[in-house]
């Protein structure tokens, strides 16, 4: 069947482009084309060095897995306070936030442990400074290093046409059209593939051992394999994947990734959520309730 292209067909580019009045869709409050703050508000913080602001998102995720593994490894520095950011609220757009990242996107860090506090913005950034800042998760044999950040950078630069491009037009935008679904697939189906035939060759998405790369690119591909992100896995055909759907469930058994996903969770029951984080007992307490509902 084909989708409704007229919104595509009759749209007459302007000799300059000015944004509309009201902008429609889901993200339609959020997105404006200036940056800075949009308001004046201090974050908060917590007792430990590693402040986190984040919301439980696949780029948010990826960075609570990270460091709930630094700590199931034993990194007890790694103890950090999560607080949550709900960009739909625009809490994204506060002064205290475009401080530490002008950018205006989760996840953002400060560190507090050096002698002047380092921020810490852009999920891949975030997971190459603590894992070395750590020394995990990270080989220090210069090839077995540059394949991992090889990785890394791949899911980095094609996330976004899972998220903004995929997910948002197959998802979130105000009407189905078939040009930009049919584009966003195609692509989303392709980084399946390169994904599938990597895991082919190694156990791990960097190689041999578990990484970073792992921790970057498992929620994002988690989530397509296992429909909880854009309800797509059927449209994508993911489980011809093979090696991912492996990968997947592999990685998904850690007991790290599962405490890392809970953090700055504000989907399902109010049982499952976990809106800030400022020691491992407040997990412990999300998984002990969810053993109770079930």
């Given at each position: ?13 302007p ?9 429609s ?22 007792k ?9 998102t ?7 897995i ?15 306070d ?9 809490e ?15 996840p ?15 999920s ?12 995990h ?23 976004p ?16 059209q ?13 980084l ?5 035939r990597?895991?082919?060759e190694?156990?791990?998405v ?5 990484s ?51 953090v ?10 976990l ?16 053993k109770?509902?079930?």
């Amino acid at each position: 069947m084909r989708g409704d292209m007229t919104q595509n067909t009759e749209y007459q580019l302007p000799e300059v482009w000015t944004a509309p009045e009201d902008a429609s869709g889901r993200f339609g409050g959020i997105n404006r084309p200036e940056a800075g703050p949009r308001y004046e508000a201090e974050l908060p913080r917590g007792k430990h060095p590693l402040q986190l602001y984040s919301l439980a998102t696949p780029n948010g995720q990826k960075v609570t897995i990270m460091l709930e593994e630094l700590l199931a490894a034993g990194v007890s520095q790694a103890e950090y306070d999560a607080h949550l950011i709900r960009i739909m609220e625009q809490e994204q757009f506060s002064s205290g936030f475009v401080a530490i990242n002008p950018n205006s996107k989760i996840p953002a860090l400060v560190d507090y442990s050096e002698p002047k506090p380092i921020r810490v913005f852009e999920s891949g950034n975030i997971l190459l400074y603590l894992a070395e800042k750590f020394g995990h998760f990270l080989p220090t044999e210069r090839a077995a290093r540059t394949e991992v950040l090889n990785w890394l950078f791949w899911l980095q630069g094609s996330a976004p046409f899972i998220g903004g491009g995929f997910g948002h037009f197959y998802a979130y935008a105000p009407t189905k059209q078939e040009y930009p679904i049919n584009r966003y697939t195609m692509e989303t189906k392709r980084l399946l593939d390169v994904l599938n035939r990597r895991l082919a060759e190694e156990r791990f998405v960097g190689g041999p051992e578990y990484s970073i790369a792992d921790m970057a690119s498992w929620p994002w591909f988690a989530g397509l394999m296992n429909n909880t992100v854009y309800g797509a896995a059927k449209f994508l055909d993911a489980e011809r994947y093979t090696n991912v759907r492996r990968w997947v469930d592999e990685i998904g058994a850690r007991a790290a990734v599962q405490r890392g996903i809970i953090v700055n969770s504000v989907r399902g029951e109010p049982h499952e959520q976990l809106h800030t984080r400022h020691s491992a007992a407040d997990i412990d307490a999300v998984l002990e309730r969810r053993k109770i509902v079930q």
